[in-house]
């Protein structure tokens, strides 16, 4: 059975930080890439990071202050976010990307879509940023 669950979600006032995790469980890491979205209210889910075996892609938006990687041996991915702003504020979701397809795409046009590639989706944890 596979899942994919995040945490490490928060309050956290403008400047902060947070690290959040995703515990990829019945997947083989070595074959999948993954990727981190966000969906604030009212508004699209936008891709802000992922990663592959050689391949890491960041939205411009948080490029500099966010950085991923990933312990295949603990079966998890870690998106740090440091120098949080009231914009980050969405839930946050990981979802898998086999082959890492979807973040080789990503790094090729600058857009993770997440109508493509990435095909299974954890539920996602909340980050609030504010004062």
């Known amino acids: 059975q596979v899942s994919l669950v995040e945490s490490g979600g928060g309050v956290v006032q403008p400047g902060g930080s947070l690290t959040l995790s995703c515990v990829a469980s019945?997947?083989?890491?070595?074959?999948?890439?993954f990727g981190w979205f966000r969906q604030a209210p009212g508004k699209e889910r936008e891709g802000v990071s992922c990663i592959g075996s050689r391949t890491i892609f960041y939205a411009d938006s948080v490029k500099g202050r966010f950085s991923i990687s990933r312990d295949d041996a603990k079966k998890t991915v870690f998106l740090q976010m440091n120098s949080l702003q009231p914009e980050d504020t969405a839930v946050y979701y990981c979802?898998?990307?086999?082959?890492?397809?979807?973040?080789?795409?990503?790094?090729?046009?600058?857009?993770?879509?997440?109508?493509?590639?990435?095909?299974?989706w954890g539920q996602g944890t909340q980050v609030t940023v504010s004062s």
């Open positions: 979802a898998t990307d086999p082959l890492a397809q979807g973040c080789t795409s990503a790094h090729a046009s600058g857009v993770m879509d997440p109508n493509t590639a990435f095909d299974y």
């Open positions: 019945g997947f083989h890491m070595p074959y999948h890439g």
